[in-house]
Every structure is written in C-alpha cells, then in structure tokens.
C-alpha cells in the first residue's frame, strides 16, 4: 500500500475573496466573552489569583508580620493600647487563652489563630498553596488521562484490556480512601525517588497524590472520545489515504480530545482545591510550615466556639473559588460541546 | 460537713466546751452521715469518651483512661489508697490483710491474704489465684513485664519464654498459712509501688493467658464489667459478692451503674455534661470553651496538679541532635510561656526546665536553660541559643518535629518548628495519628530527630521518670517498645541511678538529694527539652457529688455520686 501525506492533499478549497472561518481558540474566546456568567466568574478567579500572588507585599508592608512563625508571645496596638495576641482569660476560674479577633485593620485584620499568627496574611499564602496543588494537580491529571486514555483507545487490543483495567481497579477505591493512603505512605518520611528527594513539607507531594486519583475519571471518558473519533469518517479516510498512525493521533485524535480536557479542567480545578482542603484538614494534606485554605480550616475547628472567622474565612475563600470555577466551566463546556447545552 | 459546721459553730466558745460538745455529738452525727451517705447510693453514672482505652485486660492495658476504672474494679496485693490529694500516693493494704513482712535485706515480702474476698463470679480469692496472676503478667507480655516486674526471681526466663512461665522460687504460695512470698533478685524500694499498679492485678487463676481484648475478666472490685464495645459502650455494675474490706483500698462505690459511651467530639462531650445528658467526659476539654465554663461552670469544673511532663525527646543518636550544643541551644530557645498558652494559660500549665515535675519526690527547682539561671524558668536565651547552634555547625539542617494528630500536640510541634526555624533549621512538622504516635517516635528505625510526647507517672518515685525516660536500660534499638525516646545513655548517670535506687531502700532522703543531683545532670547533656506541667481539668455535670482526686487514677469514679 502506499503510503499518502496530507501534505500533498490538494488545497483547500476557500480561495481568494472567501474569508477563512475563525479558528477554535477564536471562537472560544468570543463564546466566552459573550456570557457575562464566564466574564464575572473570570474576574472573579483573576482577583483571588492576584490578591494571593501578593501576600509577601500584604504580609510585609500590611500585616507587618511572618504568617510561618508562632506569635505566641506578640503583641499589638489596638485604638492605642497594646495587647497581647494570646489573651489570657481574666474571669472565673482564670482558664482559656484566646487569640486576639478580628481587627479590621492591617495587622491582625482577620484576628490570629492558636499560634498568634495573622489569619489574613496565612489566608493569602495559603490560597497560593492552594491553587498552586489545585492547578498544577489538573495539569497532571490531564496529562496522565490523555496518555493513558488515547493509548487505550487508540491502541484497542491488550494495550486497551490492561489499561482498562488498571483505570477500574484504581476506580474502585474511593477517591479520600486512596488519596489518604498514598498520603500515609508518601507523607511519613523523606520521600526519595532517584536524585529526587522531597520533604514531608514539599508541595509537589499533595500535587502528585491528588493528581493522580482522578486520573481514572478522566481517563475513561477520554477513551471513550478516542474510540468515537479513531472510527469516524474523516479519521477512517485517513487511513484509507494511508496516513501514518502516529500521525492521525496528532492531527486528528489528539485536537478533538483537546476539548474535552479543556472542559474537564476548571471543573478538576474546582474538585482538587476541595480534595486539597479535605486532605489537609485532615493532617495528610499541606504540611506545616506550608499553610493552605484546608490546613487554616483545621486550625479554625479548635477555635469555633470562640474565633469563628479563622474557620470561616477559608471556608468562604474555597466556596467561592469553587463556585467561580465552576460557573466558569460551565460555560466553557456550553461553548466547546454546543450538542450537550442544547440537550439540557 | 455536719461536723465541719459543728465545729465553726463551737469556734467561739473555750476549747474544752468545744471538745465537749463535739465528743456529745459525734454519737448522733456519725450515723446521720452514714444515712446520708447511703441516701447517694444508686443511680447511673455516665461518662463520655471520644474513643475507647483498647483491651480491657488490666495486665495489658496501659491506658491513664482505663486505669481509672480498673481502680474500682480489680485489686492487687496493695493499692494506692483511694483519697484525695497527696495521700492517694500512699500504699495500703489491698487483698493482703497487712502490709507485707519485708525481710532484711529487701529481697523477700511476704503477705498474709485476707479471708472472704469473693471475685464477681462468686469464687473465693485464693494464693493460688495470686501465683497464677503474678505468673500472667509475664504470660500475657504485659508492658511492664520487663521494667517493673524483672525484679523477681525467675523473671528472666519468663521474660525469654512467657508461655512457660512459673516463676520458680520467686512466688511461692502457703495455702494453708495462706501466705505468699516474694523473692527478690535484689532488694527494691519501689517494689510495693509497683505490686500497686493495676498490671499487677489479681485475678482468677483460670484466666487465659492472652489478651482478652473486649472480654471482661472478674474481678474483686466494687464495679464489675458487664459488657463492653470498644466502637461504642461499656457498662460497669456493682459487684454482687463485694463487701466493702478497707475504705482506703476499694471503697464501696456510690452509683449502682457506671455507663461509658465512646465517640463524638470533646466538643459535644462538653456540651452533654453541660446540658446533664452526661456526668464527665475523659477527653481534654477543648481550648475554645475553657473561657466560656471558666465563668459559667465554676462550681463543675476541678482543677488538680498532675505528676506528669510534656516534653520534647531529642535522638541524641543522629543529626543534628548527636550535638549537644544543638539541644542545650533549644532548651535556651523555648519559650515556656509560649507554650502554656498553647495547653489554656498558666491555670492548666506550668512552666518547667527539669524532668522531675514539682512537688514530686526527688524535685528541686534548678532551671539551667534560662535568660538568668536559677531556681525557676525565666525567659528563652535567643542569643546564646543561635550562638550554640552556630558552635555546633548544624546551623541550616533539616528538622523534623513528629507531634500527635490532636490540637495540644500540633500546636506545641509548630511552636517547635518555628523556633528551630528561628534557630537557622529548615524545620517541619509531621503529624502521625495518636493510636501510632508513641510507638513510632520510640522506633529508631524511624530517624525521628525530635518528638512531642508526655509522660505520667506509673508511682511516685523519681525513678519512674529518670531511670525509666533516660536509663540505659530502657533504651532498644529497633524496637517500638523503647520508652528511652532520646536513646539518651550515659553509662556514669546511668550507675549513679542504680546507686540511687539501692539506697532508696535504706534512705529514701538521701536517695531523693541524689535524683535531684542526677534531674541536673541529664538536663546538662539536654535530651529532652521540658516544656510544661499539665493540669488536669475535670468537668463534672451537676449532679455529681463527692469529688476526689487521685493522682494516679485521676477522679475517683466510685466516690462519688450521682443523686
């Protein structure tokens, strides 16, 4: 058989005085741009992502404070007078030290937490960790998902069965189940991997164990496109031109996974920063002296009664990005698959 | 309290007419309290807990949880006297009649058994019964085996074949005399301390020789276990063939039924005892109520001294540790006031730099890691501590603080983390849940550089904390079961710390002088950072009467009452 290149396909067929169509980046953006729900969901992200890329100015010039070191002997000026940030109770039985509240001024504007540390300026850092192991997490999920899925589905045959079924066994577990697993193991001790060596306190840590356990919910629907796609038409001429497989894979298979990662994206963003809270605030997570929303969270659970605000502003800092991120996506997945917004 | 009114009423009268007048009304008042005391008899007690102690076996559990309730369920030989306050240190005669017959040179105890004490299951208490359980705490390896009961002759093939267990020529029983005698290897002061504990607990001579996990085991005290579920509830009745013997060793208990519910949260614990849907909750209260029952709880809550540390072991075995610089200049950088905020302030916490807590046998305040060496702590030192780290060359290393999974101990770690952060470390912190935390900071396989930890007395001897935290002895390689965390041995203190257990049997002062001297000399080689005394803070609903405290079992649960 002989083999065919696309480059030598005759031309296209729009000529002169016949304007091209917009390509897909084009019209993704002018479909976004046209939802006021994806532009107000989009400033929104674009705000929070700016308010926590300055924290060290906040915490420096602000706050005027270290959000890592305990506080436990500092003090503050409050309308003139200077208090401690650990407030020893004076009444009663003379029990309970609470931590000063919130202030609504520079330092301490969000109060301080069991170790006097400022709320607000651990809340600016911790976003930062936050989406951080959210956003570099879906990149790594999706990267795994796509190779995984379009070897699978590309490939059919026992490439396909084990990879399957790889992907089902790793369905099986549940998603804390297995992620506070992973956490135990890699977690506990100085983890090395060749020249490789991370801390119990490194990032890429909480990264690599939320990436990985969604692989397998991206991974089957990205399968599931790749088969639709290697058995469609234009893919089938193709190869009855006699293109090279791989070369298919990149310029046939590849584009139209494309977007179905795309519309996978905020919405695993939005489900890494709650799988990164719930991790954290259950000590498996973000390790001290890294700070993230979960990890505020679970320092705010012991003040509840008393400093209410130390759990509940990351609370609202993970509902609303959440809540963005989502809106945002939604839109995003009306615009790049208009078939399933008409269907519901 | 009658009598205490009476006598403030007679304070204005002459001595003699009050002599008088109480030596006329004691006949009337003794029996008006003993019908008084009887009213409180009856009723359920309940108690809370987040989770449960483990096994229920007292030869095995070794859990402060559970050992409250084995002081009102099981009996030794002896027993700590069950009173408030200091007293609850003393050693009285248990199921023995009298104190044992020591001979003179402190190898051999003999005691005569009392007559007439039944088990819950109706047998009678026999010598029998006390060789075959005295040979269970090697059968069943219970914890202390090796450190409190290694003194008795046979121990050691015992310890190295617990199956075979008979403790030959070390426990010998005269049924007819109905005695039984105790060899010694070498004489031990601490001895009848450690008959006290509930390990050494007597029980039926058929006991199997394992862990009988959730089931209960009879016993000779007051309350019997009638079921239990680790996941969920125990329950504790009065024991049918219980007649009261020595108030001061098993005092008959007030409540007819004890109820132990396991799980939730301490703050819904709190607010159960708080709303009488519960009488006490064993768990820590939780720091954010502490203000709030401080000025609306006044008259529930009961706050006693403890005989315990937290502390922070070093590994004196590796980096950056293996340097002493490097733990004297922690121990000048901790700030222990800090961390009495971290526990609830200086009325649940106090501030130490020894390892022998205050008022404890052997204590004397030295506080050598201050701003102004003294008698007590003053201020950290952050110059002469980043001058020692910076002698040391271990400016820059990296630091693993290991704490438990619960608030007290995370917020000491990252207290810790942040003044070796201060100190020029590259500092984190690792939380490990509490069921595993104090096996695996003992495992040196585990390189843990430095931990959270605390340590409660076993019995009121300054042995229980030197020798047994810091002894050579006590120190294992590889092993989960290595109490010598810092594996900190020395071989000079480590002799003069069985030089100061023989002569506790002969001059416990002079022995005492000597632990104070040896408390120095550890804290000179630094193993372990001291970091404060805990308080203990109990909340009690409020129809609970008659609150005692021991310092051992902590509340003394069958003392009081509930109506």
Not at chain 2, 91 to 97: G, Q, R
Not at chain 2, 118 to 138: H, M, P, Q, Y
Not at chain 2, 201 to 216: F, Y
Request: with cysteine; aromatic share 8%; charged share 15%.
């Amino acid at each position: 058989m002989t083999s065919v290149s696309t480059d030598k396909l005759p031309p296209s067929p729009i000529g002169e005085g016949v304007s091209a169509p917009d390509g897909p980046w084009k019209r993704l953006l002018a479909g976004l741009l046209s939802s006021p729900t994806a532009v107000l969901s989009g400033i929104g992200l674009i705000l929070i992502l700016i308010a926590v890329l300055l924290a060290p100015l906040y915490a420096n010039h602000v706050a005027h404070t270290d959000p890592f070191r305990s506080g436990l002997s500092a003090k503050i000026e409050v309308e003139g007078k200077t208090v401690p940030v650990m407030q020893r109770s004076t009444e009663g039985l003379g029990l309970g030290v609470t931590p000063i509240g919130p202030t609504w001024s520079g330092e301490y504007m969000l109060g301080a937490d069991t170790q006097g540390r400022d709320v607000m300026a651990r809340m600016l850092y911790g976003g930062r960790s936050s989406l951080l192991i959210a956003a570099a997490s879906t990149v790594l999920t999706l990267a795994l998902a796509a190779i995984i899925g379009v070897a699978a589905g590309y490939t059919g045959g026992l490439v396909d069965g084990v990879l399957s079924n790889l992907i089902d066994m790793m369905w099986a577990f549940p998603v804390y189940l297995l992620a506070i697993s992973l956490s135990i193991v890699m977690i506990g001790k100085t983890f090395v991997l060749g020249p490789i060596e991370l801390s119990s306190s490194s990032l890429i840590i909480p990264i690599t164990i939320i990436g990985l356990v969604y692989v397998p919910y991206v991974a089957r629907p990205v399968r599931g496109r790749v088969m639709t796609i290697k058995n469609s038409e234009f893919v089938l001429a193709a190869r009855g031109l006699g293109v090279r497989r791989h070369r298919i894979l990149m310029r046939h298979i590849l584009p139209n996974v494309l977007s179905t990662l795309i519309v996978f994206a905020p919405m695993l963003t939005a489900l890494n920063i709650v799988t990164e809270s719930a991790l954290s605030f259950l000590s498996v997570g973000v390790q001290a002296p890294n700070a993230s929303w979960g990890t505020i969270l679970q320092d705010g659970q012991s003040l509840l009664y008393s400093r209410p605000t130390v759990a509940l502003a990351p609370g609202i800092a993970i509902m609303v990005t959440v809540l963005l991120l989502n809106l945002f996506g939604d839109v995003l997945r009306d615009v790049l698959d208009p078939k399933s917004a008409r269907g519901r | 309290m009658d009598l205490m009114a009476i006598s403030k009423t007679g304070r204005r009268g002459s001595a003699l007419a009050r002599l008088a007048i109480t030596a006329a009304m004691i006949p009337a008042v003794v029996p008006a309290l003993a019908q008084a005391q009887d009213a409180h008899r009856g009723g359920t007690m309940h108690l809370m807990a987040v989770a449960s102690g483990g096994t229920l076996d007292p030869q095995i559990n070794y859990t402060a949880q559970f050992w409250q309730l084995y002081s009102a369920t099981y009996d030794g030989l002896v027993a700590f006297k069950k009173a408030d306050g200091p007293e609850s240190n003393t050693v009285v005669p248990d199921l023995a009649a009298e104190m044992p017959t020591v001979s003179a040179d402190g190898k051999t105890y003999t005691f005569t058994l009392r007559k007439g004490v039944k088990f819950s299951n109706g047998d009678d208490v026999t010598t029998e019964d006390v060789v075959a359980s005295l040979r269970r705490i090697f059968k069943v390896s219970s914890p202390t085996s090796g450190s409190f009961y290694n003194g008795i002759v046979g121990a050691e093939d015992c310890l190295s074949s617990p199956a075979d267990c008979t403790l030959e020529g070390g426990v010998i029983a005269d049924g007819t005399a109905n005695t039984v005698t105790i060899n010694l290897v070498a004489a031990d002061p601490e001895f009848l301390f450690k008959l006290s504990a509930p390990h050494a607990s007597i029980l039926p001579k058929g006991t199997a020789s394992k862990d009988m996990g959730n089931t209960p085991i009879p016993g000779t005290g007051t309350y019997m276990f009638t079921s239990y579920d680790a996941n969920n509830s125990l329950t504790m009745e009065r024991n049918p063939h219980f007649v009261e013997w020595s108030v001061d060793a098993q005092p008959e208990g007030y409540a007819d039924t004890i109820e132990y519910k396991f799980g939730g949260t301490e703050e819904s614990a709190v607010n159960a005892v708080m709303n009488g849907q519960a009488d006490w909750s064993f768990d820590p209260l939780p720091a954010d109520r502490l203000a709030e029952l401080s000025t609306n709880a006044t008259d529930q809550l009961h706050v006693h001294a403890q005989s315990a540390w937290w502390y922070a072991p070093m590994n004196v075995n590796i980096s950056p540790f293996n340097d002493v610089r490097a733990r004297q200049a922690l121990n000048y950088a901790v700030d222990r006031n800090a961390l009495v905020s971290v526990f609830g302030g200086p009325a649940l916490a106090q501030p130490v730099c020894q390892i022998l807590p205050p008022d404890f046998p052997g204590h004397e305040d030295s506080c050598i890691y201050t701003q102004d060496p003294g008698d007590t702590w003053s201020a950290p030192d952050m110059d002469k501590a980043r001058a020692l780290v910076a002698e040391s060359g271990t400016k820059g290393e990296k630091v693993n603080v290991v704490t438990e999974d619960n608030a007290a101990s995370r917020g000491v770690g990252t207290y810790l983390q942040s003044v070796l952060s201060d100190l020029g470390y590259d500092a984190t912190v690792q939380t490990v849940s509490g069921d595993i935390q104090f096996t695996y900071i003992q495992n040196t396989n585990n390189n843990v550089q430095i931990s959270v930890t605390q340590w409660y007395m076993d019995y009121p001897a300054a042995s229980n904390f030197l020798n047994v935290l810091f002894g050579c002895g006590s120190f294992h390689p590889g092993s989960d079961s290595s109490i010598n965390i810092a594996g900190f041995c020395d071989e000079e203190i480590d002799a003069r710390m069985k030089a100061a257990m023989t002569l506790g049997a002969t001059d416990p002062e002079a022995a005492n002088a000597e632990w104070a001297k040896i408390d120095n000399a550890v804290m000179e080689k630094a193993p372990a950072v001291p970091l404060f005394t805990p308080r203990r803070l109990d909340l009690l609903s409020e129809r609970v009467g008659n609150f005692e405290y021991s310092s051992l079992f902590n509340w003394l649960i069958a003392k009081s009452w509930v109506q």
